[in-house]
C-alpha cells in the first residue's frame, strides 16, 4: 500500500512543535537554581551558658515587734512604696507611758535615796574624826550609799528601757523598698517572738537573680567574668530578652553532693519593677571568646543521612557544591562552623534544601538584616558574583 504523502498544513504544524520541544528543553537545561548567599567573614564571639534561676530581693526585712501590744494605726498599704523611716505600725502606747512614769518615779525615790545616804555617810565621816562615833557605824552608812547608788543605777536604767519600749511602739521601715502582702491589721496585737511577722519590706529597685549551675562549669565563668568578656544575659519567661543586663557578684563556695551544682548570685536592675521575687528565668553566662570565628545561620544548615552537618557553597563558576560541617556553639539565631568553611566563602542561607549536588546556580544577594544577631557584631557580609 503506497503512503499517502502529508498535506501541507499538518507538515508545518508537525514541524512546529518539534522546534518548540527543543527550545523548551534547551531552555530548562540552562535555567540555574537562584539562592541567596553571604559571604563568610570572621568576627569576635562571646561564648555563654544558659541556666535556669530565680528572683530574689536585694534586701528583705522582717518587721517584728519588740512590745507586745495592740495595733492602733497602720499607714500604709501593701505593696506600697515606703523610704527608710517611713512609719509602717503604731501599736498602743498607753500601757508603755504608764510604765515609763512609773519607772521614773522609782528613780526618784532611787536619787533621793541615794542622796540621803550620801550625807549620812558625810555626817558619819565627820564624827568619827572627833571620834563620836565607831568606826563599826561609819562602814554601814558606807554600805548604804552603795547601796543607793546601785538601786540608783538600776532605776536609771529601768527608765531608759521603758523609754526603748515607748519607743518601739511606732515601727518604722529600716530600709526603702515595697511593703509585700501579709499585713497586720489594725486592732490586731503584736506579739514578740510570734512566727508570722507585722510586715516584711523587700527592696526591689535591684533584685538577685540565683542560678545553680555545675561545678565544672563555675571556673570558666568566674575566669570571662575577670577578663570582662560581657555582662550576664537575663532572660524572662517566654525566651525575652529582659533590657538591663546582671553582673556577677556572688558563688558558693561548696558543692551540693547530690546534684553537682554550685549557687551563683547575679544582680540586676529593676527600675520598671519587670522582675518580682520568686519568678522563674533563664540567665546567660559567658563562659569565653572566639576571637574569629565563622557563624551561619541555622536555616543554612543541612542535615545528611548520617545525622552529620553540611552546607551549600558556591563555587567561583557558581556551581553548588555540598559541604561537610562541624559545628559549635549556638549564637542567637547562627551557629559557629568549627570546621569545614573558610574566611570568603559563599554560603547559601536560602534555597540550598532543593539544589542538586553542582548544578549552576544564580545567586542573590541576601539582606543585612537576615545576617546579624543582637550577640555579636555583623559577621556575614554580602556577595555575589
Known amino acids: 500500500m503506497t503512503p499517502r504523502p502529508l498535506k501541507p498544513l499538518a507538515l508545518a504544524a508537525f514541524l512546529a ?34 541556666f535556669p534561676g530565680r528572683v530574689a530581693a536585694l534586701r528583705r526585712v522582717e518587721i517584728r515587734p519588740q512590745v507586745g501590744r495592740l495595733i492602733l494605726e497602720r499607714p500604709v498599704d501593701e505593696g506600697a512604696r515606703v523610704a527608710a523611716g517611713d512609719v509602717l505600725f503604731r501599736i498602743d502606747p498607753a500601757p508603755l507611758q504608764a510604765e515609763l512614769a512609773t519607772a521614773e518615779a522609782a528613780l526618784a525615790r532611787a536619787r533621793a535615796a541615794e542622796t540621803h545616804a ?88 535591684r533584685v538577685y ?33 529582659y533590657p538591663q543586663p546582671g553582673q556577677l557578684r556572688f558563688s558558693d563556695v561548696i558543692v551540693d553532693p547530690g546534684t553537682g551544682n554550685v549557687s551563683v548570685r547575679v544582680e540586676v536592675d529593676n527600675p520598671d519593677m519587670a522582675l518580682l521575687p520568686g519568678m522563674f528565668l533563664r540567665a546567660r553566662l559567658p563562659r569565653g571568646v572566639l576571637p574569629a570565628a565563622l557563624l551561619v545561620p541555622e536555616d543554612a544548615v543541612l542535615r545528611n543521612g548520617g545525622g552529620g552537618a553540611q552546607v551549600v557553597v558556591v563555587s567561583d563558576k557558581n556551581q553548588a557544591m555540598r559541604r561537610d560541617v562541624v559545628l559549635g556553639d549556638a549564637v542567637g539565631d547562627r551557629v559557629v562552623v568549627a570546621s569545614g568553611l573558610q574566611p570568603g566563602e559563599r554560603v547559601a542561607i536560602r534555597g540550598q534544601d532543593r539544589v542538586p549536588e553542582g548544578v549552576p546556580v544564580a545567586v542573590t544577594l541576601a539582606a543585612v538584616p537576615e545576617m546579624t544577631t543582637a550577640a555579636t557584631e555583623p559577621a556575614l557580609s554580602v556577595a555575589g558574583h
Open 17 to 50: 512543535f518539534g522546534l518548540l520541544s527543543a527550545s523548551v528543553g534547551a531552555a530548562q537545561e540552562t535555567e540555574a537554581v537562584r539562592l541567596t548567599v553571604a559571604v563568610l567573614a570572621p568576627e569576635r564571639v562571646v561564648l555563654r551558658d544558659e
Open 118 to 205: 550620801r550625807r549620812a555617810l558625810e555626817r558619819s565621816d565627820a564624827l568619827l574624826t572627833r571620834n563620836a562615833t565607831s568606826a563599826e557605824r561609819n562602814e554601814i552608812a558606807r554600805n548604804d550609799l552603795a547601796l543607793a547608788g546601785a538601786g540608783l543605777a538600776e532605776a536609771q536604767a529601768l527608765v531608759e528601757r521603758r523609754r526603748l519600749d515607748l519607743g518601739y511602739a511606732t515601727l518604722r521601715a529600716p530600709v526603702a523598698g515595697y511593703v509585700a502582702a501579709g499585713l497586720a491589721d489594725i486592732g490586731g496585737l503584736a506579739v514578740p517572738g510570734a512566727e508570722r511577722a507585722l510586715a516584711v519590706v523587700q527592696d526591689l529597685d
Open 209 to 241: 537573680v540565683d542560678l545553680r549551675l555545675p561545678a565544672a562549669r563555675l571556673d570558666a565563668v568566674q575566669a570571662a567574668a575577670a577578663q570582662g568578656l560581657g555582662e550576664v544575659e537575663i532572660l524572662t519567661d517566654g525566651g525575652r530578652a
